[in-house]
C-alpha cells in the first residue's frame, strides 16, 4: 500500500533505478575438520548434548548470527568477518569466475573499464560474435 502511494501521479518525488554495486568476498565452508579454527575468529567452540559441535559466535565479532554449525559458511572482505547458514550462502553468493570479477570491477569503477575488465568483456564480445556468424 506504502509503495503503491509513492508511484501515485501527482507526487513530487522522482524516482530512479539503481543497481546495487556488487562486492567480493572469501569464503570457507564450516565443517567438523575446521570448525576449531573457524571458531577462534568468531567466538567460542561448544558441543550440544548429542555431542555436535557449534560455535557460539560473539556478536561484537560477527554480528549477523548467533551460533554457527557445521555446513554454515564464513566470508571475509578485508577485516569484515560474517558467517551464513548454507541457504542463506547460496541465496547470497555464487562462486567467483573470471566475467563476475571483471564486472565487479566495472561496477566499482563507475562504469569505466581497467586491464582487468576490458579484457574480459572483449572476450565475450567476441564469443558472442563468432556464435552470431555461427547461427
Known amino acids: ?21 556488487p562486492f567480493l568476498v572469501e569464503a570457507v565452508e564450516v565443517t567438523e575438520e575446521n570448525i576449531g579454527e573457524v571458531a577462534k575468529y568468531v567466538g567460542e567452540l561448544r558441543e550440544k548434548d548429542d555431542g555436535t559441535p557449534f560455535i557460539y559466535v560473539d556478536r561484537r565479532l560477527v554480528p549477523n548470527i548467533f551460533r554457527v554449525y557445521p ?7 578485508g577485516d569484515h568477518i560474517r558467517c551464513y547458514s548454507r541457504k ?3 541465496e547470497q553468493f555464487s562462486e567467483s569466475s573470471p566475467e563476475i570479477v571483471a564486472w565487479v570491477d566495472f561496477m566499482q569503477n563507475g562504469g569505466v573499464e581497467n586491464s582487468r575488465t576490458k579484457n574480459v568483456f572483449d572476450e565475450n564480445e ?4 563468432n556464435m552470431i556468424s555461427k547461427i
Do not use: I, P
Open 1 to 21: 500500500m506504502f509503495a503503491e502511494s509513492l508511484r501515485k501521479k501527482g507526487t513530487k518525488m522522482e524516482f530512479n533505478e539503481y543497481v546495487r554495486k
Open 71 to 77: 555446513g554454515f559458511f564464513m566470508t571475509r572482505m
Open 126 to 129: 567476441n564469443d558472442q560474435s
Open 88 to 90: 542463506v550462502f547460496n
